[in-house]
């Protein structure tokens, strides 16, 4: 049996303290922590952050080698895939023509740039990603700063994905979405004029596990209810 341990500070300390046979950690996880563990035999396995589901699918085959179980994650895998050609076959009837646009937003501004795992889930839901769309404009030598509302209006999106996750007790999750339903700068906006303002839960939106088709599938569903 395989157990996930409680939330425990980001140092060697604790993490060593809760005697693990094996520590999954990020890309971004500190370095200094990693060799940390390392130098007392505590084996660290790192998973890459994916981006779309291939990558998904690899990041499962990797913890499921890393802990002797690569049968076990070819299962899971094969899984994922079955659902998702099913979930695929309902999108289908969906023409190209005929696909909407959205626009997720975080709660300072519109999120799921080219090529992010969002952007990914999006287009697999045959949902047009409008935040992509000025994603190429946005570059610069400095990073890519927020999308604008001046470029969220020239959009015009039939659908806003906003979030639902309150996680540090700070945010006002119906509050946000009054605010943006209620912003001048949205008035003529479809998703505004059209009352398309969705909910995503944010465990799907920041998904990034072995349940991205339920993820995909949820997006689908909140965008093409009429298909379900």
Request: proline fraction near 4%.
């Amino acid at each position: 049996a395989y157990t996930v341990g409680r939330k425990v500070p980001e140092n060697t300390e604790a993490v060593y303290a809760l005697q693990p046979d094996l520590v999954v950690a990020s890309t971004a996880t500190s370095s200094d922590l990693v060799r940390s563990l390392e130098g007392l035999g505590v084996p660290v396995y790192i998973a890459r952050s994916p981006h779309n589901y291939k990558e998904m699918c690899d990041k499962i085959r990797g913890i499921a080698a890393a802990v002797g179980e690569k049968q076990q994650g070819e299962l899971m895998v094969q899984k994922m895939d079955t659902h998702l050609q099913q979930l695929q076959k309902r999108l289908r009837q969906i023409p190209s023509s005929e696909r909407r646009v959205a626009v997720a937003f975080n709660f300072t501004s519109a999120m799921g740039r080219r090529g992010d795992l969002l952007d990914s889930m999006l287009t697999m839901a045959h949902v047009i990603n409008g935040a992509a769309i000025v994603a190429d404009e946005n570059k610069s030598e400095h990073g890519m700063p927020a999308i604008s509302k001046e470029q969220v209006v020239r959009i015009n999106p039939d659908i806003f994905m906003l979030p639902t996750w309150n996680y540090n007790n700070k945010q006002d999750v119906q509050g946000y979405a009054y605010a943006v339903m209620n912003d001048p700068a949205y008035r003529d906006v479809k998703a505004v004029r059209n009352k398309q303002i969705k909910f995503v839960s944010d465990k799907y939106r920041y998904v990034a596990s072995q349940h991205i088709v339920d993820a995909i599938e949820n997006i689908a569903h909140a965008v093409y209810p009429e298909i379900f």
